[in-house]
């Protein structure tokens, strides 16, 4: 998306499962002392986020650690030419009109071998090497991260849509 500018937040968060004790691979619970598990979680479990950009688009994230559902990793882009989905195992479609018809399109991704964290640390690497056509995370852009999720936090708390102006 070519970083565009954030404009507003708007977020909800819930600690239902991880409170009982419940979810994946038992976080939630501290198994070293079994004392009441409400009192020693401090975490959200499911959070869903809306942010509204500058340019008219708008991302929402659902992320969670504990849910009722099965374990799922997809990203869904939506757009007015066609659509994507990459799921789990790098899984590819794309969504699109061909000829006039709806169409999907199954894509073969070639793996590397190298994983998504090995990926950003070469890149990192490969930069501080001074090599200009390295991939790197800018501050600025890293800085308007934190304010974004600041805000779905803040959002969550008060019960409303955040302005990025107000963070």
């Known amino acids: 998306m070519d970083y565009p500018t954030p404009v507003t937040v708007s977020g909800v968060t819930f600690s239902r499962l991880g409170t009982q004790g419940l979810g994946l691979g038992g976080w939630g619970s501290d198994i070293n002392k079994p004392t ?7 975490v959200d479990d499911l959070s869903w986020a809306l942010i509204r950009f500058e340019n008219g ?17 997809v990203t869904e882009i939506y757009g007015d030419k066609g659509g994507a989905m990459v799921g789990d195992q790098d899984q590819v479609k794309l969504f699109t009109r061909l000829n006039g018809q709806e169409s999907d399109i199954e894509v073969n ?4 071998g190298v994983s998504s964290y090995q990926h950003l640390t070469n890149n990192f690497v490969r930069y501080l090497d001074g090599d200009s ?7 600025e ?8 999720i600041e ?8 019960g409303r849509e955040i302005r990025m102006d107000e963070l």
């Open 36 to 42: 009441d598990s409400a009192n020693q979680f401090d």
């Open 57 to 73: 688009s708008a991302l929402q994230l659902q992320v969670s650690w504990a849910v009722n559902n099965e374990t799922q990793f």
């Open 109 to 112: 991704v070639a793996r590397s």
């Open 133 to 139: 056509t390295a991939e790197v995370i800018t501050p």
């Open 141 to 148: 852009q890293s800085l308007t991260s934190v304010k974004i």
């Open 151 to 158: 805000g779905v936090f803040r959002s969550a708390a008060e």
